[in-house]
């Protein structure tokens, strides 16, 4: 008897209810699927016959002016061409073929071009496309078939010949006797709109009686119209028709079974799903109860326990769990041992934090900058600057003030960007005329929080190592936010005009901790500080601006940097 409140029962009616929905679903979608394909197959068909009928028709048109262009140019000279003397009728013959020569040297040129002039054996030129067999027998029609003449001197309408059981189609203007033609096969005109066919997609063209002239596919070629086509193939396969005016239509023939061929799996899916759902419902109930719910009541009893502090779990032995059961209860055994690891890394990162911190204000405690301020001082008194020494006083409480504020301590961009510039200005005062700087931020990036020092402590190393005595230090400062892999970031890049850093300090960022006490100053602590906060080691980029200048290229993450001092 399954209790009503039991997970064993409810879990089997959401799996029936959620079977009946599926098999609906399914039977409804691969209706509604056969409609779609075959819909999207009809316009897609549609929209490919659409380019080859507006292929054919401008190769049609193409290979008429050829022929109205070589009468118009030629129609003199043919005429005339019987009343010339023997030898200067050979001379003139040739002349004509090497105008059909011409033309058929263009790519986009017919199969061929002839001009019949009564008496005389026919001039033609072919293209590559014919071949020698089929020559031949063009050859003895052109000689033979009478090419009638109309009330204009215009291009008939494209007609359609037989010729050996090949289909041709033929234009031609005749005048005073003289015929000026031109040809394509319609094999080779079906060639050069569609490349090849398949089972599944086929190409036909047929003219205005309804032949077929061409086909792309051997099986179709044994057809003779395209209603006997029509009536054999329609059961398995679709057919789209469009109208060609120079002749007759071009169809397109695709094969059903092509088309609904991923829907079988739907349909075989509804039939399997409708006979599993008679087998699992019954049998959900039974692995339920011995499979799902011990191993559950197991894992309760286990969680229970951790809850309680006892961070000590080991997998029950002996017992027959299922294999995914078995895995869960290692998973456990493997988060309750990663529980107990990450405490003590917890406490761990706590003690190095705080050597990072104790690390980072030693850091800025320098006193030989205290000592060279001191010094300033002094020799501005003795040159009665009171002035300067008023503003170097002020930017050096201000100074002792921002550096008071506590290690670590997160503060506001502008206002480290202040700092900065207050530190700049103290340098001014001691190296007068000889700084230069500009800071640029824009209005997103005013309030995002910022490591304390961070940026102060690149502009304390342009000065350490980019001052020269006599020449002008330039100092730039930009801030931007910026989005990176999906995230906004603010950008912060600090470029001077110095020496730029040394080949070897780019290729060994292990040298930082080397190069800390006499090098670079606080570049390592930096890179530390910002892999503690933001646990990245992707932050900073050191670089060289150009052909002179070190640049320095800080990422600080929006979101992350919202947090708490520590």
């Not at 292929?55 to 005429?79: C, Q, R």
């Not at 349909?267 to 409708?274: G, K, P, Y």
């Not at 959900?284 to 109860?289: A, D, E, G, I, K």
Request: proline residues 3%.
């Amino acid at each position: 008897m399954i209790r009503t409140n039991s997970i064993v029962f409810k879990f089997s009616v959401q799996l029936t209810v959620i079977l009946a929905i599926l098999l609906s679903i399914l039977v409804l979608s691969n209706i509604y699927s056969l409609e779609v394909v075959r819909s999207n197959a009809l316009t897609s068909s549609r929209n490919t016959l659409a380019i080859y009928q507006a292929n054919i028709h401008n190769n049609l048109n193409n290979f008429s002016k050829d022929l109205t262009e070589v009468f118009d140019n030629n129609i003199d000279a043919a005429v005339g061409f019987s009343y010339l003397e023997e030898s200067s009728q050979y001379f003139r013959a040739m002349e004509l073929k090497n105008t059909l020569l011409a033309k058929m040297s263009n790519d986009y040129a017919s199969d061929g071009m002839f001009i019949r002039i009564p008496g005389e054996s026919a001039l033609e030129q072919f293209s590559n496309r014919i071949q020698s067999g089929d020559k031949l027998a063009l050859v003895n029609f052109l000689d033979t078939y009478e090419f009638s003449s109309g009330p204009s001197v215009e291009a008939k309408p494209w007609k359609t010949l037989q010729i050996e059981g090949d289909y041709y189609l033929f234009n031609y203007i005749t005048y005073s006797g003289v015929s000026f033609g031109t040809f394509v096969k319609a094999d080779n005109l079906l060639s050069m709109v569609n490349r090849g066919g398949n089972d599944q997609n086929r190409y036909v063209l047929s003219s205005t009686e309804g032949r077929i002239l061409s086909a792309n596919h051997i099986v179709l070629q044994a057809v003779a119209t395209l209603d006997s086509l029509t009536r054999e193939y329609k059961r398995s396969y679709l057919i789209v028709s469009e109208p060609i005016t120079e002749f007759g239509q071009i169809t397109n023939i695709v094969a059903k079974g092509s088309l609904f061929a991923g829907l079988k799996l739907i349909q075989w899916s509804i039939v399997f799903l409708a006979v599993l759902s008679v087998i699992v419902v019954p049998l959900v109930l039974r692995f339920l109860t011995r499979d799902v719910l011990k191993p559950i009541l197991e894992l309760v009893k286990a969680a229970k326990v951790v809850e309680q502090g006892q961070l000590e779990y080991s997998v029950p032995k002996g017992t027959p769990y299922s294999l995914e059961f078995m895995k869960l209860f290692h998973a456990f055994e493997s988060m309750v041992s990663e529980i107990s690891g990450l405490k003590i890394q917890s406490y761990e990162e706590q003690i190095e934090t705080s050597r990072a911190e104790i690390k980072y204000l030693q850091m800025q405690i320098r006193p030989h900058f205290f000592l060279n301020a001191i010094s300033t001082i002094t020799s501005l008194t003795y040159q009665n600057k009171n002035e300067e020494i008023r503003q170097l006083i002020q930017c050096l409480s201000e100074h002792l003030r921002y550096m008071l504020k506590g290690g670590l301590a997160e503060v506001p961009m502008e206002e480290e960007i202040r700092h900065a510039e207050n530190y700049i200005r103290m340098q001014e005062i001691r190296y007068p005329d000889q700084v230069f700087y500009m800071t640029e931020i824009n209005e997103e990036s005013r309030c995002v929080p910022i490591p304390q020092f961070m940026i102060q402590t690149f502009v304390e190393n342009a000065f350490k190592h980019a001052m020269f005595y006599k020449e002008m230090l330039s100092i730039f400062i930009r801030v931007r936010s910026e989005t990176r892999e999906g995230s906004p970031f603010v950008k912060i890049e600090i470029e001077d005009n110095g020496g730029g850093f040394s080949a070897e300090w780019l290729n060994n960022p292990e040298a930082e901790e080397a190069a800390e006490d006499g090098g670079r100053v606080g570049i390592a602590n930096i890179r530390k500080t910002l892999r503690l906060l933001y646990k990245r080691s992707d932050l900073l980029k050191l670089s060289n601006a150009g052909q002179a200048g070190a640049r320095v290229e800080l990422w600080i993450p929006v979101q992350e940097a919202r947090r708490e001092p520590i």
